[in-house]
């Protein structure tokens, strides 16, 4: 890595993220919430408001100039999306509102109309509330029974457990390409070929991992795979599901309504090709052009340099948290080139309530998250109520970490000096 001596990635791109230069409580904004979502660069902005401002019509549908400005974008933003995991071809991404309507969408479309009682589905302990409660819905619903991966001596996702697991009954398997509280960093080669002596279907939840490195769908085999935009630099509202083309093609609608049509009848109705089957109804037109504005700023920097430029923060954070005896960070550690896990960290300090911590560092300005972040199940997995979590992106610093480290341990100290 030429970081050392180059200018670091950070600071030759904080300038293009407009809201990282205020003061919040008269300092300086240090946002440490990517995990939860990420800020926009300009050039996202611009793209949104470009829209809105000279061409907004809507797309698929009108023969004058404005839509077909609206429609080459927005089918240019999914060719974007496409390259960017590497699918095989544009009809294999699907526009979705969020992470959560993607897997909604399987779960209703796949899962309702496939799953027999009996038969398994396969989630680890670390996931998401999003790739949770659709597989409790549809499990109510088929008899399917849900099966959890538990976690291994290092806070990770347990291999050999997995392993065991799976079987003659397992129709699905769904897990987080890196878990959003414990920061590990999935097999995913290893769980879609043990997925696969099965034939079972494999879903990839790569919420945590779109933004942060290279995705490649051909490589990882998946059979599906979700990412919502506004963690990757896009705006709200909009995300994408990636399936191979024949199970799409095999998968019924979801929502009906218009865009998503061929020939419609008073009583019956085709459907349109793919990716539009699934498409009903007018969809985020300026939010999907905006993602592909994210997507083309994300491959100018390259993903490759913001993965190792995370890892080197990755090992900063993980050594400067290791001077506060208090801490307790959950999940495993970094190597020491701060790699195979993401560039956050879910920790509790002693007696202090998380919330109380978020709350304290807000004053110094710094943007922390405290709660279960969506992994209820978890937290009673690790014996925590709650955690804080610190999560990075690359316009962070080492300086922000320092600001961080500095307030945490003066936070540390006055509730000790309370309670001690
Ligand atoms: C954020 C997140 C989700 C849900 O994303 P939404 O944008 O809220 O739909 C799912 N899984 C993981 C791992 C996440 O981090």
């Known amino acids: 890595m030429t970081l050392a001596t180059d200018k670091p990635l950070a600071l030759k791109v904080r ?25 926009k660069p300009q050039a996202v902005i611009d793209t949104l408001r470009d829209y809105y401002e000279r061409y907004n019509s ?17 089918e240019g933003a999914r060719e974007k999306l496409a390259k960017f995991v590497n699918a095989a071809s544009h009809q294999e991404i699907v526009y979705t509102r969020n992470a959560s309507e993607a897997i909604n969408l399987v779960a209703y479309s796949w899962g309702l109309n496939t799953l027999q009682p009996g038969d398994e589905i396969v989630l680890s302990v670390m996931e998401h509330h999003s790739n949770l409660i659709p597989w409790q819905f549809v499990a109510q619903r088929t008899g399917a029974i849900l099966k959890f991966v538990e976690l291994d001596a290092t806070e990770s996702f347990d291999l050999n457990h997995y392993e065991s697991l799976v079987g003659d009954r397992t129709k699905l398997v769904s897990i987080a390409h890196v878990s959003n509280t414990l920061g590990c ?11 696969r002596k099965f034939g079972a279907k494999v879903l990839i939840d790569a919420c945590q991992s779109a933004p942060h490195m290279p995705l490649d769908v051909q490589a990882m085999d998946c059979d599906w795979l979700v990412a919502s935009g506004h963690k990757m630099c896009g705006p709200t509202g909009i995300g994408f599901l990636y399936g191979k083309l024949d199970l799409l093609r095999s998968m019924p609608p979801f929502l009906g309504g218009g865009e998503m049509i061929a020939d419609v009848f008073l009583d019956h109705a085709t459907y349109a090709d793919l990716p539009h089957k699934f498409e009903a109804g007018t969809p985020a037109i300026g939010e999907a052009i905006a993602l592909g504005a994210a997507v083309d700023y994300l491959n100018a920097i390259g993903m490759d340099t913001i993965h190792a430029y995370e890892a080197d923060l990755t090992a900063y954070l993980f050594a400067r948290l290791g001077e506060i005896p208090e801490v307790r960070v959950y999940g495993p550690q970094p190597d020491s080139q701060g790699r195979g896990r993401a560039a956050l960290a879910s920790f509790t300090a002693g007696e202090v309530h998380p919330h109380d911590l978020s709350t304290i560092l807000d004053q110094a300005g710094i943007a922390i998250r405290a709660g279960h ?16 979590r610190a999560s990075l992106y690359f316009y962070n610093t080492r300086e922000e970490i320092d600001t961080f480290i500095a307030a945490l ?9 309370i309670f001690g």
Request: charged share 15%; glycine share 4%; hydrophobic share 40%.
């Open 15 to 39: 300038q293009d993220f407009p809201i990282l230069h205020q003061s919040i409580h008269d300092h300086p904004l240090v946002y440490l919430d990517n995990a939860a979502t990420s800020q």
């Open 409 to 417: 341990k003066d936070a540390i100290a006055f509730f000790g000096s």
């Open 58 to 74: 809507n797309v698929h549908r009108g023969v004058h100039t404005l839509s077909g400005l609206a429609t080459d974008a927005y």
């Open 373 to 388: 972040h969506c992994t209820q199940p978890l937290h009673r997995q690790i014996k925590a109520q709650s955690t804080a």
């Open 185 to 195: 960093e999935n097999p995913v080669a290893a769980i879609v070929a043990i997925a």
